[in-house]
Nanobody, 121 residues
């Protein structure tokens, strides 16, 4: 069993910043890619940013230059630093990970429960 727990969401004014965290725990041998997705109610979930095991990031065009994803492999944690937030960033943010688990060894795709980000004055 593997769990992802997100934190850091909340209410912020336009132009403000938030930092999301996601910690993975459980029967983990290693973690391949990790990432952040977001979803507005009634819409499809979309990729915000991802980072592979080597630390190479990938960003959606809508957040390039404003968001930064980073990874702490020793603590199975990723972060999403979000700057210059605007109303279009108001969504539920979900952590995702491709985890190699033990006994038997296999790859699982795991999702967190989500954290809400609201950008409003």
């Amino acid at each position: 069993q593997v769990h992802l727990v997100e934190s850091g969401g909340g209410l912020v004014q336009p132009g403000g910043s938030l930092r999301l965290s996601c910690v993975a725990s459980g029967n983990i041998h290693s973690i391949n890619a990790m990432g952040w997705y977001r979803q507005y109610p009634g819409k499809q979930r979309e990729l915000v940013a991802s980072i592979n095991s080597g630390g190479s990031p990938n960003y959606a065009d809508s957040v390039k230059g404003r968001f930064t994803i980073s990874r702490d492999n020793a603590n199975n944690t990723i972060y999403l630093q979000m700057n210059n937030l605007n109303a279009d960033d108001t969504e539920d943010y979900y952590c995702n990970a491709l985890v190699v688990v033990r006994n038997p060894y296999r790859i699982l795709e795991v999702w967190g429960q989500g954290t809400r980000v609201t950008v409003s004055s």
